[in-house]
């Protein structure tokens, strides 16, 4: 037992990470937690798990041909003739330690030879609101924006237009991308998605992957992606290869989602004039609008996120 990788279920329902790795590394081996059994796409994030439970349910079992640590780095060799070398790295960010576990396919990966541009997002610096419960959020420290966290209705990442919400991301490794899928999370999540001008997902892997992963049927989680995009189709699903594209991609299309908003409400007026001859139908009010109403009335409303269907329901009263 004690020369094998081990991978078992995480029994933390809590845990977002849902396996545990033995590594057979010194008398009673390294356990770490993890969101996948391998690194074969992307590089994994690893957490230090407190101990290998004696009850574990084991799903997997390799043979171990070799394991040493070399500074911050155990390299791991296993029996198997395919997807045989591994590396886990310890580091630290931000003051804490971050393990990841690699091979040398997704360290490729992880550098696919693509330079990304440097420019702005349709020639201006983008604002943008990142989730505050995003654990691992995006920095886009090689785009020219500035972020800022708070809590978003829908949606990981978004753009305001005169204060309003006007686009979001949601981000989706593939793991997590199959498991709400399944589970029909992301059903819900699309949902409040459709509620905005403009909104995607994003997910940081190719589609091909979906086929490949362990202990799900690519099968179901292909068909339930496909019936997601039929259900919801002003919300695209876009594949992007890794976590650093996917990041890229994100940036631009909030750039050109603020940008052809914002053209087209500062021309509203004009194209309104060339229905002359028919009643032209009245502009929906803003948030920002509803808003000074409300306060107006005397009625409180916070400054940011949904407003209420009942407070809607009132101005549309009030306003005939």
Same mark, same amino acid.
């Given at each position: 037992? @004690?020369? *094998?990788?081990?991978?078992?279920?995480?029994? $933390?329902? $809590?845990?977002?990470?849902?396996?545990?790795?033995?590594?057979?590394?010194?008398?009673?081996?390294?356990?770490?937690?993890?969101?996948?059994?391998?690194?074969?796409?992307?590089?994994?994030?690893?957490?230090?798990? #407190? #101990?290998?439970?004696? !009850?574990?349910?084991?799903?997997?079992?390799h043979p171990v041909r070799s394991c040493s640590r070399r500074g911050p780095a155990i390299d791991l060799v296993l029996?198997?003739?395919?997807?045989?070398?591994?590396?886990?790295?310890?580091?630290?960010?931000? =003051?804490?330690?971050?393990? @990841?576990? /690699?091979?040398?396919?997704?360290?490729?990966?992880?550098?696919? =030879?693509?330079?990304?541009?440097?420019?702005?997002?349709?020639?201006?610096?983008? *604002?943008?609101?990142? !989730?505050?419960?995003?654990?691992?959020?995006?920095? @886009? =420290?090689?785009?020219?924006?500035?972020?800022?966290?708070?809590?978003?209705?829908?949606?990981?990442?978004?753009?305001? %237009?005169?204060? !309003?919400?006007v686009a979001a991301v949601e981000r989706k490794t593939l793991e997590d991308l199959a498991g709400s899928l399944l589970?029909?999370? %992301?059903?819900?999540?699309?949902?409040? %998605?459709?509620?905005?001008?403009?909104?995607a997902v994003v997910v940081e892997d190719r589609y091909s992957r979906l086929f490949k992963l362990p202990h799900t049927?690519?099968?179901?989680?292909?068909?339930?992606?496909? #019936?997601?995009?039929?259900?919801?189709?002003?919300?695209?699903?876009? @594949?992007?290869?890794?976590?650093?594209?996917? /990041?890229?991609?994100?940036?631009?299309? %909030?750039?050109?989602?603020?940008?052809?908003?914002?053209?087209?409400?500062?021309?509203?007026?004009?194209?309104?004039?060339?229905?002359?001859?028919?009643?032209?139908?009245?502009?929906?009010?803003?948030?920002?609008?509803?808003?000074?109403?409300?306060?107006?009335?005397?009625? !409180?409303?916070?400054?940011?996120?949904?407003?209420?269907? *009942?407070?809607?329901?009132?101005?549309?009263?009030?306003?005939?």
């Open positions: 037992m @004690f020369d *094998d990788l081990l991978v078992a279920r995480n029994p $933390d329902p $809590d845990s977002t990470l849902p396996y545990l790795v033995r590594i057979p590394l010194g008398p009673a081996g390294v356990v770490v937690k993890t969101r996948e059994v391998w690194p074969r796409a992307t590089k994994v994030y690893c957490h230090r798990a #407190e #101990e290998w439970p004696a !009850d574990a349910e084991i799903v997997e079992r029996t198997r003739a395919r997807e045989n070398r591994s590396q886990l790295v310890i580091t630290r960010a931000r =003051g804490r330690e971050v393990i @990841f576990w /690699q091979s040398p396919r997704t360290a490729k990966q992880a550098r696919p =030879g693509v330079h990304l541009p440097t420019a702005r997002a349709h020639g201006q610096v983008l *604002d943008i609101l990142v !989730d505050s419960g995003e654990k691992y959020p995006y920095a @886009f =420290g090689s785009q020219q924006a500035t972020t800022r966290r708070q809590r978003l209705s829908a949606g990981d990442y978004a753009v305001e %237009l005169d204060g !309003d919400v589970s029909q999370k %992301l059903t819900y999540a699309l949902a409040e %998605l459709t509620a905005l001008p403009r909104a049927p690519g099968a179901r989680v292909a068909e339930a992606l496909a #019936e997601a995009q039929a259900r919801f189709p002003s919300v695209p699903v876009v @594949f992007c290869e890794t976590r650093p594209l996917a /990041q890229e991609w994100t940036y631009r299309w %909030l750039g050109a989602c603020l940008a052809e908003l914002g053209a087209a409400r500062a021309t509203e007026a004009v194209e309104n004039s060339f229905a002359a001859g028919r009643p032209v139908p009245a502009r929906p009010a803003s948030a920002s609008e509803i808003r000074a109403w409300a306060r107006a009335q005397g009625i !409180d409303v916070s400054d940011r996120g949904r407003i209420p269907a *009942d407070l809607l329901r009132r101005y549309h009263r009030s306003a005939g």
